[in-house]
């Protein structure tokens, strides 16, 4: 069968939205460059991966859902959707057809028009100085952070977590560090780059703890329902939409935390405490050591994160001003 629904997004449309960095991040169009820069502009997902840092397939197919839908969020573009009714991610950016199991990825038309309006003509030969450019990059990530492939990693069960309720607050700590309470120095880039690497991370390490988690309760037709891209959309409040074994929803904010003082510390948005007390079956599920290849997650009910556990960490800043009136002088 091959897929070849319309999609209302023309060249140029596609041009804008290559050069929008709010739409089209940085990996996102590592990926897509590789599809165009392949033969008939055409290759599957699994034949990409050993052109990226990537391990497994399963993170190329929810990185372009996540363009995807940000892509559809842009131009409220109609997604084309399958004969279930839900929509089909992946051809939004891409043409498709199954043959002997397999499923090639071809780039639209009107997005191989837009690449060579940015790029320029591609003889479909790959260009080779650019993909190892882009692949020591992300080698370069992963050696700065010391973090293991992850396909190394041992994927654990989520098990629930105890709180200890005797003591609701935790104890405020300064805000400086260093001798003689001199503020430490932070590199806000290195770390924000850090943070994001990990939480990343733990969304895989959780996403596949919940497949292991129904498939240990015997339901793998719930497993194969679970949907890792909610978190391309932060109106959701959560990262990952999972299933009980009742088969009701189960929304799962994951946060990669530190252990500090006997407390799991991390950040949480407005946004996600609002969701975590007002929505049903709504979980935070915390991944201790996501950096490393032996990870443990633990997950409490969003209505037990007491706001007594809360402290503010930036301000919103209101500053009253007037308008002075300046007068002219008058000279001679």
Known sequence: MFYNDPLDINAD???????NNDVTTEQDMKILKIVYESPNHEIRASEIVP????????PINLQISRFSK????ETRARTPLGKNGKPRWWHVPFLGYEKDGRFPWILRPELVTAFENIFGRCSTKRKTQ???KSLEED???????????????KIPIPEPL??????QKKEKTSLKDGENGR?????????????ATLGARAEFIVYHAEIKRLVKAKKPELAKKIDPTISSNPD?????????EDGSERKIEVKAVQVTNGCYSFFISENQWQRSQSTKNYFLYFVVNAGETNPKVRFISGKDLNCDYLHPSEYKAFVPFSIVKRTRKNTI
């Open 162 to 167: 105890s709180i200890d309720k005797a003591r």
């Open 13 to 19: 449309a596609w041009t804008e939205l290559l050069t």
């Open 130 to 132: 650019d993909l190892e």
């Open 51 to 58: 052109m990226t840092s990537y391990t497994h397939h399963g």
């Open 183 to 195: 503020s430490k120095q932070i590199d806000f880039d290195s770390r924000n780059k850090a943070r």
């Open 70 to 73: 940000r892509v559809i969020k």
């Open 236 to 244: 959701f409040g959560y990262d990952i939409l999972s299933y009980n």
């Open 139 to 153: 080698r370069t990530t992963l050696i700065e952070l010391s973090l293991p492939s992850e396909s190394d990693i």
